[in-house]
C-alpha cells in the first residue's frame, strides 16, 4: 500500500490501543511504527540506489520486525509499557499490508540471499508522484486529516478543539461513511478488475483488496468507537 493508507492503518491500530491501555502516547507511535518501514527503505534506495536497489528492503524484513519485538519486549520488561509493543506491531501489520510473503528474497532475509534489484519505472519521483495521484490515497488522506481534527474520532484530552460535540460526531460518521463506500468500491474493483469501474491502485488488483478491506475496517472501528464510553486519559 501507499504512504497515507499506512498513516490511516496506524492511527486506527492507534485508537485500539488507546482503548486497550489508555495511553494516548500509543497514537503517535502507531502511526510512526506503520510509517517507519517505508520512510526507512524509501529514504537507503534514495540516498544508496546501487546497493538498495528497490522500495522494500530492511524495513520490510522479518530481521527488521524480530529487532523491533525483541525491543519492545525489554521495554516492557524493565518499564512494564506497551509502547514498544504498539511500534513493533504496526511495523509487521506494515509488512503483511504490502503483502511481503509474495516478496521471499525480501521478507526471509538474509536466508535467500540480498536484496533484488526492482528499480522503480521513471525513478524516484515518479514513483511519488504515483502514489500522490492516487485516488484511493486521497480519500485515506482526507479520513486521516478529518480524524486528527476531531482530536482522533473525537475523544476528549488528545488536545484543544473548536470542533462542538455535534459537528465532531458529523464528521466522524461522514468519514466512516466516505471509508465505507471507497472500501466497497476497491473491494469490488480488486475481485474483478476487467469489469470493475478501473483498478485503484497501480500496483495490482491484490492490493487494491487489501486498502478496500483497511477501509471497510477503519469505517467499522469510527463507528465503533463513536459508540464507546470515552476512558478517562492519563
Not at 528499480?119 to 484511493?136: D, I, K, M, R
Not at 465532531?168 to 480488486?190: F, N, V
Request: proline share 6%.
Amino acid at each position: 500500500m501507499y504512504l497515507f493508507a499506512h498513516l490511516f492503518t496506524g492511527l486506527i491500530i492507534g485508537l485500539g490501543f488507546f482503548y486497550l491501555w489508555n495511553d494516548r502516547r500509543l497514537i503517535p507511535v502507531c502511526v510512526a511504527g506503520s510509517l517507519f518501514p517505508d520512510l526507512l527503505d524509501k529514504t537507503l534506495v534514495f540516498l544508496i540506489p546501487g546497493f538498495f536497489g528497490s522500495t522494500r528492503t530492511i524495513g520490510h524484513t522479518l530481521l527488521f520486525f524480530a529487532v523491533t519485538a525483541l525491543a519492545a519486549l525489554i521495554v516492557w520488561y524493565r518499564y512494564r509499557s506497551v509502547i514498544g509493543i504498539a511500534c513493533a506491531t504496526t511495523v509487521l501489520v506494515h509488512q503483511l499490508l504490502d503483502l511481503m510473503w509474495t516478496f521471499p528474497v525480501t521478507w526471509f532475509f538474509p536466508l535467500n540471499g540480498m536484496f533484488p534489484f526492482v528499480p522503480v519505472a521513471g525513478g524516484y519521483l515518479q514513483f511519488l508522484v504515483t502514489e500522490l495521484t492516487n485516488p484511493s490515497e486521497w480519500v485515506f488522506a482526507i479520513a486521516s486529516a478529518l480524524i486528527i481534527l476531531c482530536g482522533c474520532a473525537g475523544l476528549p484530552g488528545i488536545g484543544p478543539s473548536s470542533l462542538s460535540g455535534r459537528n465532531t460526531a458529523i464528521l466522524q460518521y461522514g468519514t466512516a461513511g466516505l471509508l465505507g463506500i471507497t472500501g466497497a468500491w476497491l473491494i469490488m474493483t480488486g475481485m474483478d478488475p476487467v469489469s470493475g469501474t478501473g483498478t485503484a491502485l497501480s500496483a495490482g488488483p491484490d492490493k487494491t483488496l487489501v486498502a478496500g478491506l483497511v477501509a471497510v475496517t477503519g469505517a467499522g472501528v469510527l463507528f465503533l468507537v463513536s459508540g464507546l464510553k470515552r476512558p478517562a486519559f492519563r
